[in-house]
């Protein structure tokens, strides 16, 4: 039997959990890196064959920079009940415990969470060790994306969880200290796939594609294109009964993962941008994701940046392909989120059926300039991370840290690239090849706790 693709390349998955210290470092590391890269991912343990790319355990991945030295690398799975085998659904319901937690990772009121969107988070310790689940005290009573974002300005931290039965989408804030200020059910949302939202500073901008909840998909993840779900954005306003107020306007076929940015322009319109894919770029995508004939030679299939400018006054949207490059995972200098920002960075890949590269990408979206820093053959980068320079005054004044798997070398690298050029600054040796994995954080020190994890 053909091995499935999300077990093998860059994908394959390491075996066992590690501790290395002393870390080589090439080149200079600037002194504001004093935190630590924590990247999440699928990696089921050792004998184990998930029946879907997304249903692979998570592992954690974490590297400790300081006085610009490589301090750690540790790698752990999220142990939660799902890695024991507990099952999702149970006599009772579904167990919101028993998540794989293997898409992303954040840090939010000094908590380190796990994330994955059918699930509650995994709170973490600074070290990768697992402390449980996490329920913001039993106010958090739905799943959780996997993509919240914490508002710049205000330091909330909003989310949503959705489900494929009623209430389908319901919104959450969270203050600052960590603590839920509001929940609160939105209406007219359907079962459609909702995996990122949009934050601007005065609405929540949901997404609604075509793959939508199907209970005939039997990968353990049941959802599927469905040409008759409506492809739509919801604009619902952050101040006063915004769920109330919510408008939902049509949008052309497709279906979006990510978001680059979401805010408003100075006529009021909500620009709203990620990479999108068309039916047969989900199907050839979802081939890949459970190992089925008929696939993409990559984990995402023609999927190309895309650009819709909502405009509330006059009820219409106004959409194009902005770019026709294959990426994902976009990210930006997190200051400018909510706000518009000139520069968006991503991961690009090879095509549908495997010419080209991989990089990671700039865009100036002023210029309408596309630069691509080449890894090199047989070298996968992972979603780029933005952290400011001490002292930053522009946009893109700070650094890309991205973490590359090494099929030739059998290694991996932690590559830190100056954001304004993409040239390199320094490269930090990995004791082990990494496997590829989705989303990560830029964890800082700060405060009391910031030593809490030398030695």
């Known amino acids: ?49 998930p029946t879907h790319w997304f249903k692979g355990s998570g592992m954690v991945h974490g590297i400790r920079l300081r006085d610009g030295r490589a301090e750690w690398y540790r790698n752990r799975w999220v142990h939660t009940p799902a890695l024991d085998g507990a099952p999702y659904l149970t006599e009772h319901g579904p167990d919101l415990t028993a998540s794989v ?3 992303h990772v954040i840090e939010h009121a000094g908590r380190l969470l796990a994330l994955c969107e059918a699930n509650l988070p995994f709170e973490l ?6 402390v449980g689940a996490h329920d913001f005290g039993g106010r958090l009573r739905t799943a959780m994306t996997a993509h919240p974002k914490v508002d710049p300005v205000t330091g909330e931290l909003h989310f949503f969880g959705s489900s494929p039965v009623p209430p389908f989408l319901t919104y959450h804030v969270a203050d600052a200290g960590g603590e839920i200020i509001r929940s609160v059910e939105v209406p007219g949302a359907s079962a459609a796939l909702k995996h990122d939202f949009g934050l601007t500073r005065h609405h929540v901008v949901f997404i609604e594609g075509n793959v939508t909840f199907d209970p ?38 497709g279906n979006l993962l990510h978001v680059g940015n979401a805010y408003e322009d100075g006529l009021g319109r909500v620009v709203l941008e990620g990479p999108t894919v068309d039916a047969e770029g ?11 004939p008929g696939r993409g030679s990559e984990p995402l299939s023609r999927s190309f940046n895309r650009r819709w400018v909502v405009d509330p006054a006059a009820g219409t949207v106004d959409e194009q392909i902005i770019d026709d490059l294959p990426v994902e995972f976009p990210t930006l200098n997190e200051e400018y989120l909510g706000a518009e920002h000139r520069y968006q960075y991503a991961v690009s890949f090879p095509d549908d059926e495997g010419y080209g590269e991989y990089g990671i990408v700039k865009y100036d979206r002023v210029t309408g300039a596309r630069r691509i820093r ?26 890309l840290l991205t973490v590359v798997s090494d099929l030739k070398q059998d290694a991996s690298q932690l590559l830190v690239l100056d954001a304004s050029g993409l ?33």
């Open 1 to 49: 039997m053909t091995a499935k693709p999300y077990l093998t390349g860059h994908y394959t998955p390491v075996a066992d959990e590690i501790t290395a210290t002393g870390l080589t470092v090439e080149g200079t590391l600037p002194p504001e890196l004093s935190g630590r890269l924590i990247r999440n991912g699928h990696n089921p343990k050792p004998g184990v064959t």
């Open 423 to 455: 040239d390199r600054v320094a490269t930090v040796h990995l004791p082990r090849r990494v496997t590829a994995g989705i989303h990560g954080s830029w964890i800082p020190d700060h405060g009391p706790d910031a030593d809490a994890d030398r030695g």
């Open 101 to 103: 937690a293997g898409t």
């Open 282 to 292: 989900f199907r050839r995508s979802w081939n890949w994701w459970v190992g089925a």
């Open 125 to 130: 310790t600074p070290e990768l060790e697992t």
């Open 216 to 253: 005939a998909e039997h990968s353990g993840i049941p959802y599927g294109w469905r040409d008759e779900q409506p492809a739509r954005i919801g604009l619902m306003p952050r101040a006063g009964d915004g769920a109330g107020r919510i408008r939902w306007f049509s949008i052309e076929p």
């Open 374 to 399: 080449r890894i090199g053959d047989a070298r996968l980068p992972s979603e780029a991370v933005f952290v400011p320079a001490a002292g930053a005054t522009g946009e893109d004044d700070g650094y």
